[in-house]
């Protein structure tokens, strides 16, 4: 009963040799399945707001998809022309805020102007305008040559190291010096973006978003979820059957604050994250790859502004080595579930960076993988 045959084969009749390649093919599609499954490993990443998970996505899709195209580089002009316009109008709340005077006059003038400036996004042109990249062409929604002067001479200006020094007391954007030193070539007619343009862009993740890619024998899905709190209570969905999970944290963050939350420190933010994270019923079996981002601007910015003034318990001085060692003795501190941790220090701007970190984390999400699936 159960095996279909013709009346007149006998219940011991062996089965035909479709039936063996059926049953074979069967077979087949169950190991090559199980196969694959073991070579899609899935990655979280996680982290408080602006602590690098975009620009480790972006450095995927230029390490391993090829990076992109002219389209592709055109389509974050207004985001860039935003971070500027938004950081130059945070610099000169912060002179407003401090009471203090450009020392040039004309930058004065500039200020006022910067204030006022409104980009006009609705002016842009399509990516696929065949008027794009031609010399002396209206791109439309760029910056105006006023505002660009204005922006480059008070970027200029000697009153804003002095500014700067206490960066603790505003906002500004990682990325704001990148962009002001370049910002001629950014207003500049026809200006396309190069990918370190778009790896230093900033936008507001929303959601959560899935990359898929090839790096070797392995078929990774990466997600993206934002770092915002009124974001993270959408991480749930991502939780089920996670290899690994990619932890990133600003090391520069120690001395700033939230954008959502002015008066939260970011470092202790992400310490609080971090520790929800570890120490989930989720994550009993998932391996936390720390990756201690920001490294170069931790590394210019502790001699400027002493750990100890935000962690009095750090005793290190301007050593890099020690002020990463104990950021990372501060995370390490709150693994009360025992998970394996893999700290590396990232600079997620640097693609040659985060290619050599990637290839190791690459190693870490196999063996887990391996592991997983009983192989180890």
Known sequence: MGCVSSSSESPDTAPSGSDKERSYAIDKQIDDDARKFRREVKILLLGSGESGKSTIVKQMKIIHQNGYSRDELLLFRLTIYKNVIDSAQALVLALRKFKLDPTESVNRVYADKILEYRLDADSFTSASSPALGQSG???????????????????????????????????????????????????????????????????????????????????????????????????????????????????????????????????????????????????????????LNKIDLFKAKLPKVPLSRYFPEYTGGPDVNKGAKYILWRFTQLNRARLSIYPHLTQATDTSNIRLVFAATKETILQNALRDSGIL
């Open 137 to 291: 062409s209206s791109y439309g929604g760029g910056l105006s040559p006023d505002i660009v002067r204005g922006i480059d001479s008070l970027w200029h200006d000697p009153i804003i190291p002095s500014v700067l020094d206490r960066s603790s007391e505003f906002y500004l954007m990682d990325s704001a010096a990148y962009f002001f030193d370049g910002v001629k070539r950014i207003g500049a007619p026809g200006y396309i973006p190069n990918e370190s343009d778009v790896l230093h862009a900033r936008t507001k993740t929303t959601g959560i978003s899935e990359t898929k890619f090839k790096s070797g024998q392995l078929s990774i899905h990466m997600f993206d979820v934002g770092g915002q709190r009124s974001e993270r209570k959408k991480w749930i969905h991502c939780f089920e059957a996670v290899t690994s999970i990619i932890f990133c944290v600003a090391l520069s963050e120690y001395d700033q604050v939230l954008l959502e939350e002015t008066g939260q420190n970011r470092m202790n933010e992400s310490l609080v994250l971090f520790e929800s994270v570890i120490n989930s019923r989720w994550f009993l079996r998932t391996s936390i790859i720390l990756f």
